[in-house]
């Protein structure tokens, strides 16, 4: 005897009519769990290091985007990313402000050796210079020795 299913058309609608109506309560909990978020997300790490040094997973990662498709990912951009872009945008302006800080405290400190003739082999120093400054400044805040 076959099983009884609902049909896919008035599954799909109860689900996103339920869901459309869960957003304040979503939001809630979500915020509710965020230390439990951090702690079983920390523990994880082994996980998620096996799930991305998988056998085959580049293979697998790759397929998953075909099967996807660029036409759903266009559909879902011009459905949402209008609506959601600026306003994203403004709720992570401190998040910007707080990650970007230390690189800006970085470039200001920094006194570089002096600017030579324009086309000076000297002046990739210069650049150098920079770079290694900041690539320190990222290990630093990362807690790591090298890189």
């Not at 397929?63 to 879902?76: C, I």
């Amino acid at each position: 005897m076959a099983i009884k299913v609902k049909s896919i058309d008035a599954s799909a609608s109860k689900w996103s009519d339920n869901a459309g109506r869960a957003s304040a309560e979503m939001a809630a909990n979500a915020v509710a769990a965020a230390s439990e978020w951090q702690s079983k997300t920390v523990a994880a790490a082994d996980n998620y290091h096996m799930a991305v040094t998988a056998a085959n997973i580049k293979t697998r990662f790759s397929r998953g985007v075909t099967k996807a498709g660029a036409s759903k990912y266009a559909r879902k951009v011009e459905a949402v990313s209008a609506s959601r872009y600026s306003e994203g945008v403004s709720v992570a302006q401190p998040d910007y402000k707080t990650g970007a800080e230390p690189y800006f405290s970085t470039l200001a400190s920094l006194s570089l050796s002096a600017r030579k003739p324009r086309g000076d082999p000297a002046n990739y120093r210069r650049t150098e210079e920079v770079g290694k400054a900041l690539n320190a400044k990222r290990i630093a805040l990362l807690g790591g020795s090298g890189g």
